[in-house]
């Protein structure tokens, strides 16, 4: 079985910053993709950042410039620093883990973490 623990969430101030950590566990042998998603209250989950195997990463257009996805593969744990926070970045933040199957892939989830930006 494969586990994802996150930590790191909380509350902040406008323009501070947080660093998340998501740790994978379990039969973990390839991993095409690891990062985060968030889901504000009555909204759908959206991607906020992902890195892939071949070292490339990707943004949503609201976090670039100010979000950093970093990944230590030797731990199979994935970051994210969070930096210049706005009130409309508080969300649930998920840790996301996409490995390849004997299907394709499969997704797997964390159990969520809470980030509140306070204005």
């Known amino acids: 079985q494969v586990q994802l623990v996150e930590s790191g969430g909380g509350l902040v101030q406008a323009g501070g910053s947080l660093r998340l950590s998501c740790a994978a566990s379990?039969?973990?042998?390839?991993?095409?993709?690891m990062g985060w998603y968030r889901q504000a209250p009555g909204k759908q989950r959206d991607l906020v950042a992902l890195?892939?195997?071949?070292?490339?990463?990707n943004y949503a257009d609201s976090v670039k410039g100010r979000f950093t996805i970093s990944r230590d593969n030797a731990k199979n744990t994935v970051y994210l620093q969070m930096n210049s926070l706005k009130p409309e970045d508080t969300a649930v933040y998920y840790c996301?883990?996409?490995?390849?199957?004997?299907?394709?892939?499969?997704?797997?989830w964390g159990q969520g973490t809470q980030v509140t930006v306070s204005s």
């Open positions: 996301n883990l996409n490995v390849p199957n004997y299907y394709g892939q499969r997704e797997y």
């Open positions: 379990g039969s973990i042998f390839i991993i095409n993709h």
């Open positions: 890195t892939f195997s071949d070292g490339s990463t």
